[in-house]
């Protein structure tokens, strides 16, 4: 069983940098994909990154060129670095890991606050 712990959130400005974490209590090799969701009030989840075993990226359209994904499976977490940041920014961000062997399984972090206000 894996587990995931995010930290890294917090307040800042527009235009700054965040740097999320997220570390997993047990290996990451074996899941195919790990990834950063986000849910604002009022809104539904939605996926912000996700990376491959193989290292394979994707992004949403409204953070290409902003947001870095990154996986270390030496020692099981993952990074999404936040550059230009926006008030739209804001939400909780949920580590995600996809297994698809032996079984089908999604395994979620906690959540971690951004907010992005002046």
């Known amino acids: 069983q894996v587990q995931l712990v995010e930290s890294g959130g917090g307040l800042v400005q527009p235009g700054g940098s965040l740097t999320l974490s997220c570390a997993a209590a047990?290996?990451?090799?074996?899941?195919?994909?790990m990834g950063w969701y986000r849910q604002a009030p009022g809104k539904t989840r939605e996926l912000v990154a996700r990376?491959?075993?193989?290292?394979?990226?994707n992004y949403a359209a409204s953070v290409k060129g902003r947001f870095t994904i990154s996986r270390d499976n030496a020692n099981n977490t993952i990074h999404l670095q936040m550059n230009s940041l926006k008030p739209e920014d804001t939400a909780v961000y949920y580590c995600?890991?996809?297994?698809?062997?032996?079984?089908?399984?999604?395994?979620w972090g906690q959540g971690t606050q951004v907010t992005v206000s002046s």
């Open positions: 995600n890991g996809r297994q698809f062997s032996p079984t089908s399984n999604d395994y």
């Open positions: 047990g290996s990451i090799f074996s899941i195919n994909y």
């Open positions: 990376i491959s075993s193989g290292g394979s990226t």
